[in-house]
Every structure is written in C-alpha cells, then in structure tokens.
C-alpha cells in the first residue's frame, strides 16, 4: 500500500523555526518528484514547494522562497521541510504529496500534520 | 500567481447532476491539459478524483467527469450522492518557475 505519514508539526512562537518529516512506503521513492501543500485552517488548498526526484531541482511558492526549504533522503524514503521565519500566515496543515508526473496530479496525500505560529 | 476561481459552494439533490466550474488563465489551465480535481471530507486528506483534464483514476466511480475549455475547466458529478458532499478543489500546472496552483475550493452540498 502506498502511504504517506507526515511528522514534526506543533506549536511554535513567530519567527521560530521547525522541521516538518515524510515518511514515504508501498513506492520507489526514488523515481518520484514529491510536494508539500498546506491548508491554513477553514482556508483551502495552497502547494508550497516540490523536489525533483534526485534532489536536484527545487521549486517554491513566492510566499515561502527564501525562508523554508524542501530536501529529501532517498536512501530513508523521507521527503523534509524546513521551515524559518515563521509568521502567523504559515499556520496550517502541511500534506505531503506524492507527484504523479504523467498524470499532472498529486496522488495519495498524507493525513497531515498542523503546524501553529502562536505566541 | 493567482489562485484559480471556483464557485464558493454548489448544490443538489440526490441523483441530479451537478457541476463545478475552475477558471485560470492562459499560463495555467489554458496552458497546458494538466489539470486535476480532488474531494476533501471534512477533516481528510484530499483525494485525487481527476487527472489530465479527464481522466479517472481507478477506483473513482463513472459518475465523476471532467472537460475543459479555454481558460475554464469543469468537474461533473451525476447522480449525486450522500457521500459526495465535501470540498472539491482543481488544481492545474502552471509553468516551471511556480508549478502548481489550486483553485479556491468549492462546497458540496447533497440537499
């Protein structure tokens, strides 16, 4: 079974930083490009950032680029976001996704995991 | 990058037909034949309903169709169902610099 299990969320105070975690299962890992897609909460869907397969391209929403950064670690099917400078508006929950490329859509999801900017 | 446009909410009765309208650009949706549509639950993840435009991944029921034209693409559910209420998103490839973008969402209600 393909699955996606995400891990790292919590509570943290603005201008903190975090690392979010993917653990990836059931696929070749490898031979996919992967994403990170947050939902902020009552608000709807935004795509953050995604990983070509071997790590070397990477590409971000202009709301995060500078501030968070998507890696991954093929030999521990783990896919990462490490995020800095958080503010209040980056407050949501964080899926990872899988990048079907020759379908253009991200299939499975994983369940999620919220992080909140709060003091 | 602006998000896509969808309906805040739609709705229908048991067994009609309804449908769900996204609409982008030229750069996005009218660009290129990758656009998806997924069902969220309250709660849930999201799951891919549709792919490239129109295609169903297996498992999705018949009753789950997708088209585009121009700039606006379109998610059709016939013969609605109790189960289908839930937030339903498009999402569409956008170019290399910001690949993706979502639509707003819309609601789902089942009268």
């Known amino acids: 079974e393909v699955q996606l299990v995400e891990s790292g969320g919590g509570l943290v105070q603005p201008g903190g930083s975090l690392r979010l975690s993917c653990a990836a299962s059931?696929?070749?890992?490898?031979?996919?490009?992967m994403s990170w897609v947050r939902q902020a909460p009552g608000k709807g869907l935004e795509w953050v950032a995604n990983?070509?397969?071997?790590?070397?391209?990477?590409y971000y929403v202009d709301s995060v680029r500078g501030r968070f950064t998507i890696s991954r670690d093929n030999a521990e099917n783990s896919l990462y976001l490490q995020m800095k400078s958080l503010g209040a508006d980056d407050t949501a929950v964080y899926y990872c996704?899988?990048?079907?490329?020759?379908?253009?859509?991200?299939?499975?999801w994983g369940q999620g995991t919220l992080v909140t900017v709060s003091s | 990058q602006s998000a896509l446009t969808q309906p805040r909410s739609v709705s229908g009765s048991p067994g009609q037909s309804v449908t769900i309208s996204c609409t982008g650009t030229?750069?996005?949706?009218?660009?290129?034949?990758?656009v998806s549509w997924y069902r969220q639950h309250p709660g849930k993840a999201p799951k891919l309903m549709i792919y490239r435009v129109s295609e169903r991944p297996s498992g999705v029921p018949d009753r789950f169709s997708g088209s585009k034209s121009g700039n606006t693409a379109s998610l059709t559910i016939s013969g609605l169902q109790a189960e289908d209420e839930a937030d339903y998103y498009c999402c569409s490839y956008a170019g290399s610099y910001i690949p993706w973008v979502f639509g707003g969402g819309t609601k789902l209600t089942v009268l």
């Open positions: 996704a899988r990048d079907v490329g020759d379908r253009g859509a991200f299939d499975p």
């Open positions: 030229s750069s996005d949706v009218g660009g290129y034949n990758l």
């Open positions: 059931g696929f070749m890992f490898s031979t996919y490009w």
């Open positions: 990983i070509k397969e071997d790590g070397s391209e990477k």
